[in-house]
């Protein structure tokens, strides 16, 4: 869905928004119109920032789920033994 430096350039974004939003948040008095608008800043920070990780986790590269690759690693070879007989191995 998106790319990987526009995944960490939104993800360094969502976490400054949420960090900086919070921290505005503490320093406000709660009957100011300040403090309303802090939280709601943060409450768009943090979803944005959820929208993020979501899209983030569904562009992530997926690893192949087989009967066999439970215990072995991800190329086949099971790591006690060094067997590469039903993996891709060189």
Avoid: C, K, W
């Avoid at 100011?32 to 608008?37: G, I, K, L, R, T």
């Avoid at 979803?47 to 997926?62: D, H, I, K």
């Amino acid at each position: 869905m998106i790319g990987g430096e526009v995944a960490r350039a939104a993800l360094r974004l969502a976490t400054l928004l949420v960090i900086l939003s919070a921290v505005t948040v503490v320093f406000q008095d709660r009957s100011s119109a300040e403090f309303v608008v802090g939280v709601m800043a943060l409450v768009v920070s943090v979803v944005f920032l959820a929208v993020v990780l979501v899209m983030a986790r569904m562009s992530a590269p997926r690893f192949p789920r087989g009967d066999n690759m439970r215990a072995n690693d991800y190329n086949g070879t099971d790591p006690q033994s060094g067997d590469r007989s039903h993996g891709r191995g060189t």
